[in-house]
């Protein structure tokens, strides 16, 4: 997730185009997928593999997805006005950027672990 929060790099615009392909998917968008998107994802889930040898490789592979999945719709909610700030009247909102990072990894970290 760290991509979407440096600095230089537009996550929010990453994010729309991993939604987007999800929405209306286009020979363009899977071309990108199968050669750059995919590539990423198996290294990823292989070095998630490592980590806890127990976990099947399929359990890993829904926990990659469903942390993809959750991610993606974060950072493209996190302008002034953003779901996360109305739902708690503002105690809680995404367009405070740190904010949104640390609960965002406090989650998948918990989420990745199974717990």
Same mark, same amino acid.
């Given at each position: 997730m760290r991509p979407c929060f440096e600095p230089g790099i537009n996550g929010g615009l990453f994010a729309r185009f991993v939604?987007?392909?999800?929405?209306?998917?286009? %020979?363009?968008?899977?071309?990108?997928?199968?050669?750059y998107m995919d590539?990423?994802?198996? %290294?990823?889930?292989?070095?998630l593999c490592l980590?806890?040898?127990?976990?099947?490789?399929? %359990?890993w592979v829904w926990?990659?997805?469903?942390?993809?999945?959750?991610?993606m719709p974060a950072v493209?909610?996190?302008?002034?006005?953003n779901r996360i700030a109305i739902l708690s009247s503002g105690q809680a909102d995404a367009a405070r950027g740190d904010e949104l990072e640390r609960n965002l990894a406090m989650f998948l970290c918990r989420a990745l672990r199974g717990s």
């Open positions: 939604l987007q392909h999800r929405l209306h998917p286009s %020979e363009m968008t899977r071309r990108v997928y199968e050669q590539p990423f994802a198996l %290294e990823f889930i292989d070095a980590t806890d040898k127990r976990v099947p490789r399929a %359990e926990r990659y997805t469903l942390m993809v999945g959750t991610v493209t909610d996190a302008a002034p006005g």
